[in-house]
Structure formats: C-alpha cells, structure tokens
C-alpha cells in the first residue's frame, strides 16, 4: 500500500483549476521532486498532502485514510512542512527552535522537559550542527536555518517531510550540503517530498520525478529516466541536453547557448560519452 496517495484529485481557485484529475502515490523511504514550470500546481500539491485544503474532486489519503479527516496534531507527528526560507525576528537560540518541533507532542499548558531537548539535541546531532545549539537562529548562514528547520522536524518526530522548494535562496555548496543530508535521512527511512526548479537535483538527489505542467502529470517514474531533452522539452518550452558523463552521472545543460567566452554550452569540456534521447 502506498503512504501517501493522491487518487483523481482536482483542485482550482475561483473556478481555475490549479490541479486537473491527477494521480499520484508517493512510497516509504522515497525522495520524490515535484518538477514543472511557475503556476504548474507544486505548491497546491503540497498544500493537499499537508491537507491544508480538501480536494474538490478526487481523494488524498494518508495510510488509507483521507488525510482532511485526520487531526492536525495527530497528523503532524508523522508528517512536518519544511519551509523553503524561515525568517523569526527574535534571537531564539537554535536549540529553542528545534524544540519547538516538539509541540505536537504536548498539552496546551506545557514545558518543554528533558526528554524534549532530548530529541533535539539527537536531532542536532544527526544533522552535525549540534555546536550551533546556543547560536541566535537570525545570526547562521542560511544553509544552517534550513538544516535547523530539518532538524526541527527531526525532533517533531515527523518520518515524511514535505519541502517547498528547500534550496532556494542557498549558495550553490549549501544547497549540495543540504540534498546529501536529505538522501542520508532517506537511507534510513525517512520520505522526502519536495518541488524544485532545478533538473540537476532531481537527477542527483532523487529516486522518483513527478513533471507538473498546467495542472496535469506529464510524467512520472524513475528520476534517471524521466529527466530527459524530450521531457524538459515538454516541460519548460526550452532545449536542454541532458549529458552522460564520463565516469558516471548527468547534467543537464542548455542547448545552442554560448556564453561570452565563446564557448557552447554543450560541448566536450564535459568529457561527454553521450546525448541523451
């Protein structure tokens, strides 16, 4: 059975559909990218696994059960939101926010007690960020925010994380940083479910992509397949050569551009063994 499934589900907005009858089922242990071009459907997506919003058609359901009729609390033990950027105006001490994933665990009246910074001090640890504890959260970089806000959902006790786009904003070694502890968590169990504007990634970091475009799956399947020219094609109206390099792996790389040295974009400093269908 699938954790999460998506069955014939549609979704709009002032009678404009954002989702038209998609299907989808998302597994255990997966890292699944959501891919499509700006007002494709990603983040209503998201927004129906999380169920933020029931479906106008069609049903989400979570272990079998329709997610809308599960209770928040109860859901968001298993299930945690990571934001793709998280501002707090006040100084919280890393560690405070990663105890605040503990909330869905206590009563309205409640202290945090040691079994709570228990959990985010293990959470810390398995991010290797535990000598940042005592930092002010507005003072780290932002690749420390977002391995925070991992590490918040960690400690929430959350197995399937849903993130919106979690390396925007990051410079490029803080977004490698973070999608390798992301597929560490996934050898372990752990789901990931997230959208992205980045191909590389989703062939990198991802077993499954799901290709979004006006509402509709245009494709859906294993991540070294389905990120191909013909799909990127379809996907975002531009050609985009995806490159078997030597030595193992892919990259995708914009076809017919050539930058201000003079060089393509395309060509053999990629030490290329073949184009891609």
Known sequence: MSLISVDRVTYGYSRQPALKDISVDFH????????????????????????????????????????????PKQLSKRIAYVPQFHRLSFGFRVLDVVLMGRMPHKTFFFRF??????????????????????????????????LTLVARALAQG?????????????????????LSRITDLAYHGYTFIKTTHFPDHALWFSDRVV???????????????????????????????????????????????????????????????GLRA
């Open 28 to 71: 255990e242990g997966e890292i699944v990218s959501l891919l499509g071009p700006n007002g494709s459907g990603k983040t209503t997506l998201l927004k129906l696994l999380l169920g933020l919003f029931r479906p106008q058609e069609g049903r989400v359901l979570f272990e079998g059960r329709p997610v809308c009729d599960i209770p």
């Open 113 to 146: 007690c040691k079994d709570d910074e228990q959990a985010a001090l293990e959470a810390l640890e398995r991010l290797s960020i535990a000598h940042l504890k005592d930092r002010p959260y507005t003072e780290i970089s932002g690749g420390e925010r977002q």
């Open 158 to 178: 959350a197995d399937i994380f849903i993130m919106d786009e979690p390396v925007n904003g990051l410079d490029y070694g803080n977004q490698i940083r973070l």
């Open 211 to 273: 290709m979004l475009k006006d509402g509709k799956v245009i494709a859906d399947g294993d991540a070294s397949q389905m990120v191909n020219r013909l799909n990127l094609y379809n996907l975002y109206n531009t050609h985009i050569a995806v490159m078997d390099l030597d030595g193992g792996g892919h990259i995708c790389v914009p076809e017919g551009v050539t930058g201000r040295s003079g060089h393509c974009a395309a060509n053999e400093r990629y030490n290329v063994q």
